[in-house]
């Protein structure tokens, strides 16, 4: 026995003699095919649909396999977020009057204020910021 690598002579001698299996070198060219799909595919598919793609292709593999090969590729399907509404437009309650009436130009201060907000996403969850702006500086006071 070899004491520096801890393996028989045999088995040395035979990995020296045969350094890539056919089963090794299937798996390259199956994971440079993974990689293509899975790029072509914008890293949507995950191991079903790259599974299906090679058997159309005349892979004959496993889904098991895939899933192997693409975890050790280090590849996985990214799942696009659904849309959520964050408003209901649609509603019944009342609407302020629209004073301004798409008139902007203002002669002095504190004669008309513009509000809005917004959502923002954070790691604790959704945050409201709401600003509040002098129409005649352009300046936000609050």
Known sequence: MCQVLEVSRSGYYYWMKYPNSQRKIENMDLKQKIVIIYHNSRRTYG?????QTLLREGYQVSKKRV???????G???VAKKKYRATTDSKH???VAANSLNRN???NKFNQ???ADITYLYTQEGWLYLSTIMDLYSRKIIG
């Open 47 to 51: 191991s079903p649909r790259i599974h």
């Open 92 to 94: 019944t309650l009342p």
């Open 67 to 73: 899933e192997i090969l693409m975890k050790e590729t």
């Open 112 to 114: 008309f204020w513009v």
């Open 104 to 106: 902007f130009s203002v």
């Open 75 to 77: 590849i996985h399907a």
